[in-house]
């Protein structure tokens, strides 16, 4: 799962929002012990910079019709972005459908699409029940996807109330599982704070890596 990792600087004057450095310490390139040069340090942050972007750029509008994926295998995370452990992780399959909500749209007050889990019929009842929580997730979504200069139309939140998947990429497009979002930060009155924006950030660097 995704941390959240406490950044140093302020991004874009939103409140409670901080950009982290997505760019871990550069290797030492000779094996040597010697101190490394501030071009390579800055080259370390520029290749991540840049990589985010092509992220962004190429990113996929959320099919409209929902998900049917098996479970598949995720190889280490670029330097800098790895999860504790390291190595292979497996990412679980979903199987999700499109939430019509209390707009019957689809979608959030602000147009990010809404899906339930196929498997659980509790999905549904929990989007229904909680879909203010949804919309505020909405609000939080958006403020970070223009950090990133990301389209909403690439992004979606889920719902599902098994296993650990806070977010995960299907065919370029990111998706989010509210019941992170509920437990963690709307909950706790904290939807808008530090915590929350510093941790779902965090999150959107992970999978655009």
């Given at each position: ?11 874009g004057g ?9 760019a871990g310490?550069t290797r030492?390139?000779?094996g ?8 390579m ?6 290749n ?17 019709r ?6 598949s295998?995720?190889?280490?995370l670029?330097e800098?972005?790895s999860?504790?452990g390291g190595?292979?992780e497996v990412v679980p399959?979903?199987t999700?459908k499109p939430f019509?909500?209390q707009y019957?749209?689809?979608?959030t007050?602000?147009?990010i699409?809404v ?7 509790h ?5 229904q029940?909680n879909?203010h929580?949804?919309d505020?997730f ?6 970070l996807c223009?950090v990133?200069d ?10 599902d109330p ?11 497009a ?10 963690l930060?709307?909950?706790l ?5 530090r915590?929350?924006y ?9 999978e655009l890596?």
């Open positions: 799962g995704v941390g959240g990792m406490m950044p140093p600087m302020g991004a939103m409140p409670g929002v901080q950009q982290p450095p997505v310490p030492d390139p000779r040597d012990g010697q101190p490394v040069a501030p071009e340090d800055s080259a370390s942050q520029f991540m910079e840049s990589m985010l972007k092509n992220a962004v750029d190429t990113s996929a509008k959320v099919n409209p929902g998900i049917n994926s098996a479970d295998v995720m190889t280490a670029p800098g972005l999860r504790p190595g292979c399959g979903h999700l019509s909500g019957r749209s689809g979608k007050h602000n147009g699409r899906f339930s889990s196929k498997q659980h019929p999905s549904e009842a929990f989007l029940e879909f929580a949804v505020t909405g609000d939080v979504l958006q403020n223009g990133y990301l389209n909403l139309g690439s992004i979606a939140i889920f719902h098994t296993g650990g998947t806070i977010a995960f990429n299907a065919g370029k990111l998706h989010f599982n509210v019941r992170f979002f509920y437990a930060h709307y909950s009155n904290k939807s808008h704070s915590d929350a510093s941790y779902w950030f965090t999150t959107i660097a992970h890596a």
